[in-house]
Each structure stands twice: as structure tokens, then as C-alpha cells.
């Protein structure tokens, strides 16, 4: 049972590439999740996907774009890569919405040039 | 601006004390407190939560409080071990569902 599987773990980018990132998930959870973690401020949320077919905006959603492909994968895109998108990015999964546990990935290393 | 605080960034315990990790929230229309551990090179786990309308929940090794007088989460980690050396997140849910995470208290355990 591998949970929640991010790729890639580690992505050194130039300024103006883009890259997906790329999420699944094997529990059969409805809610997958894209947070950013930046030293000194926690996790923020980028978007979410409450559950198939539909995705939300969370708290800074600029110069992203996801998409829930299916029920098990959530994938974050990034079309034009800036330093200030140098981050570790989570995806996290649970049954439905925050009424309990989020399950995490191990997270993607992302440096931009 | 943050809704939920660490009271302090880095906490040092000798192993085999108990570990107190502060946590203030400033919504007070907060229903649902988490608390998560973060090793190194890790994603978050889940440790334990806590509902508003209780003010105390035992787990393994855990207890989390809760003060909504004043707006304050505690997590407290028995016997501490090497092990527990981690940063650790709170996180409330507000009214909106959203989840916020403070900023995280790096515990290390002194052998």
C-alpha cells in the first residue's frame, strides 16, 4: 500500500520552463490536495479537488494550474517557472474534504533558476 | 496574515521527559485542531486531533488540549524519545473548511 505517490522528488528548473508535477493516490480518497512549504510559513494551500471533477483555489493559487485526472491522480502545473516557485510541494489525499486525517506524499523538491 | 501560531520555533527536551508544543489560533469559529509530524526529508503525519467541542484527547504517548477561552492547543509528548525529534504543525479548520497550518516547532531530543 504505497498511500500518496509524488514525481518527481527533486526538479531544478530555469526561469520560464514549465513542469507537472504529478500525484496519486491509492486509498480510494474523494479530496486530493496541492500544498507549497516555504521555511518559516508552514503549508499553504495551492488548490484542492473536494473530488472528481472538480477543483478549488486555495490560498495562493497564482501561476499554478491542476488537474484531477481521476479519481486517484492530481497533477500541479506550473507553465512559467519563477525563483519565487522554488518551494517543496506536497500533495496530500483524504476520504472527504478536512472532517479528518490528510494523508501526505514524501514532497518534490523544486528549485527555479 | 496567520491564523494559527507556534508559540516557539525550536524546542529542546532530554529523552525520557515530557515535550510541551504550544499552538495559538485566533478564529474562534474554529471546529476541528490537528496535529502533525514532519521528519526530515518527510511528508506531515498525522499525530492526533481534536474536536471543539472537547477540551482534551489521549493517544499513544499523546495528549492534545484545548483552551477556546484562549484560543490555545497544546500537544504533549510522554517519555520523549529520539524518535520524536521531528518539527511539529498545528492546523484548525475554519468555518470556510480550510485548513491552516502554523509555521511548525522543531522539537530535538537530547540523548
Known amino acids: 500500500n504505497a498511500g500518496v505517490t509524488q514525481t518527481p522528488k527533486f526538479q531544478v528548473l530555469k526561469t520560464g520552463q514549465s513542469m507537472t508535477l504529478q500525484c496519486a493516490q491509492d486509498m480510494n480518497h474523494n479530496s486530493m490536495y496541492w500544498y507549497r512549504q516555504d521555511p518559516g510559513m508552514g503549508l499553504r494551500l495551492i488548490y484542492y479537488?473536494?473530488?472528481?471533477?472538480?477543483?478549488d483555489k486555495g490560498e495562493v493559487p497564482n501561476g499554478y494550474n491542476v488537474s484531477r485526472l481521476n479519481k486517484r491522480e492530481f497533477s500541479l502545473r506550473l507553465e512559467s517557472a519563477a525563483p519565487s516557485q522554488t518551494s517543496v510541494y506536497f500533495c496530500?489525499?483524504?476520504?472527504?474534504?478536512?472532517?479528518?486525517?490528510?494523508?501526505f506524499g514524501e514532497g518534490s523538491r523544486l528549485t527555479v533558476l | 496574515g496567520e491564523s494559527v501560531g507556534l508559540h516557539l520555533p525550536t524546542l529542546s527536551v532530554q529523552e525520557g521527559d515530557n515535550s510541551i508544543i504550544n499552538c495559538a489560533y485566533s478564529?474562534?469559529?474554529?471546529?476541528?485542531f490537528i496535529w502533525y509530524k514532519q521528519e526530515s526529508g518527510k511528508g506531515p503525519q498525522f499525530i492526533i486531533d481534536?474536536?471543539?467541542?472537547?477540551d482534551k484527547r489521549q493517544g499513544q504517548r499523546v495528549t492534545v488540549l484545548l483552551n477556546k477561552t484562549v484560543k490555545h492547543l497544546s500537544l504533549q509528548i510522554a517519555a520523549t524519545q529520539p524518535g520524536d525529534s521531528a518539527v511539529y504543525f498545528c492546523?484548525?479548520?475554519?468555518?470556510?473548511?480550510?485548513?491552516?497550518f502554523g509555521a511548525g516547532t522543531t522539537v530535538t531530543v537530547r540523548a
Open positions: 496530500a489525499s483524504s476520504e472527504q474534504g478536512y472532517t479528518g486525517e490528510l494523508f
Open positions: 481534536i474536536r471543539s467541542n472537547m
Open positions: 492546523a484548525e479548520r475554519s468555518n470556510d473548511y480550510k485548513l491552516s
Open positions: 479537488s473536494a473530488s472528481e471533477g472538480t477543483t
Open positions: 478564529n474562534s469559529a474554529s471546529d476541528y
